[in-house]
């Protein structure tokens, strides 16, 4: 039987995915059994009556740090105590770049835990104890890591068997080789006569492209990725 691939997402925002998740691909990956997405609320796992989930820092500072213990208790009730085997992300603007590189080697578990901080950040031992790695999606900050998980599973559900209608699609796209990116397409009109600024102009498509040659345009794109390279 085919294991369905499970994405287990922590945050206190769970509304915020419900569009992302319920339109195009990922809707057809969920549609076909190929991924689950389950996504649960830390509130749930608060201890006072306010579902707070955060508190001050130790040692004085700037906002409010999401608390170990609540995490902690999210992630025992939704692993099983240790029976399910998961792969777990939190996502902090220190982390490790994601890469092209690091979703086709998460794409081989089954399971997959992603935290989402928000607030000030989450308590350090979260990422020391507690997950696989900590991860950004770039050398920017956000308010929370909903975001960065969406940008995870559709980077994941994408690279599945079953889920892109042409999977052929994926062999030349950019970053599959790291640095190596995808040459320029171009589709109809194959004349483009824009008036700008009382000029009237002519955008074409490279002649190579309409040759037929395939030879000669293999040449050419694979020159035209070098030069996105550099």
Known sequence: MKKIKTFNILTIYPTIFDSYFNLALIKKAIDKKIIKIKIHNLRDYSVDNYKSVDDRPYGGGAGMIMRLDIIFKA???????????????????KGKVL?????EKW?????????????????????????DEEVSIGEYVLAGGEIPAMIV???????????????????EESHNQKGIMEAGQYTRPEKFYPQIKNKK??????????????????????QKTKINKK
């Open 75 to 93: 992630i025992k009730k939704i692993l099983k105590n240790g029976k399910t085997k998961s792969h777990i992300i939190v996502f902090s603007a």
């Open 201 to 222: 102009l002519v955008w074409g498509v490279p002649k190579i492209l309409l040759s037929g040659n395939h030879k000669a345009i293999a040449e050419y794109r694979n």
């Open 107 to 131: 794409k081989k578990y089954d399971n997959l835990t992603l935290i989402c901080g928000r607030f000030e950040g989450i308590d350090q031992r979260v990422v020391d104890k507690i997950a």
């Open 153 to 171: 599973v559709e980077g994941i559900a994408r690279l599945l068997k079953g889920v892109l209608g042409n999977i052929d699609s994926l062999k």
């Open 99 to 103: 890469t092209q590189q690091s979703l």
